[in-house]
């Protein structure tokens, strides 16, 4: 089966939640062991046994992937648990906070997002969560596939990484592109090894994140008439090009960018 991700180990960050849980659904539904890592414990609990009962192989850790440490750790530990590491998805990510209500009205810009009044914490955040752990991340990953010959890490960026949306701020778009970046870089220095580096950039999904502000009335209204398809993703959506870039299907590609918006950049 030229999708097959039967028996393979594979790690999903911020995988309790939104994009990362449909992936993490994706490989599990097709025979794949799949660990998530989250930083928050209640959603792991509730996705691993909801997982576990519907006859998946899943379990769930508790990592800050902004620590570079417990990602070196989970990574050997996991890699351990399977006695192999097929696929990492490095996707945990956050939006920079209340400008992400922006995008659905380019009028109105938060004030602390100007470039002056930026706050370093804010930038710091964004950028340890959304970019060095993507780093850290990658750089796990191919500790435990370069060995064996074989592996995929898939990051996800966003539509950010690809056209800028003011409104989202500095921190989150200087974020993403680097990420896009470092998967081209990675790319190049993994290909003598056959491990595979892409990344997924999505555009509007309906998912937690910015504390589930999509839910709010009229945020969906707003988004979807600016995306050509005219709605908002669901994270079921997410699982095609999941499996592509995981599996066999996807042999030739690396050092790409998928980007998943309904049309969004285009429109
Ligand atoms: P979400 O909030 O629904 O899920 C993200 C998960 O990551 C959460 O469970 C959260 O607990 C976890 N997480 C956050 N910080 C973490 C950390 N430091 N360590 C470990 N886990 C952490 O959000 P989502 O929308 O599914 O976002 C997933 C990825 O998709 C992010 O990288 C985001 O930037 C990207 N993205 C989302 C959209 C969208 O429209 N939802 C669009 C483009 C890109």
Known sequence: DLFSVEGYGAIVTGGASGIGLGMVEALAENGARVTMMDLN?????????????AGFDVRGLRVDVSD????????????EHYGRL?????????DP??????????????????????????????IQVNLNSVFYCIGEAARHMKPRNAGRIVVTTSTAS???????????????????????????ELARYNVLVNSIAPG???TNIGDGFVHQPGVQEAFSSRIPLKRMASINEIK???????????SFITGE???IDGGYTQG
């Open 204 to 206: 509007p999904f309906v």
């Open 162 to 188: 690809v056209r800028v949306s003011p409104g989202i701020g500095a921190a989150y778009m200087a974020a993403k592109s680097g990420a896009a970046h470092l998967v081209r870089n990675a790319a190049l």
């Open 41 to 53: 414990s209640q959603r792991l609990e509730e996705q691993t046994a909801r997982l576990t009962a």
């Open 68 to 79: 570079r440490e417990a990602v070196r750790k989970a990574f050997a530990q996991t890699a």
């Open 86 to 94: 097929d696929c990492v998805f490095a996707n945990a990510g956050i």
């Open 240 to 250: 095609g090009l999941t499996l592509l870039l995981a599996s066999g299907a996807s």
């Open 97 to 126: 906070g209340p400008g992400f209500v922006s995008m659905t009205d380019r009028s109105q810009r938060p004030t602390e997002y100007a470039l002056e009044n930026y706050a370093d914490e804010r930038w710091d955040r964004v």
């Open 257 to 259: 960018q998928i980007v």
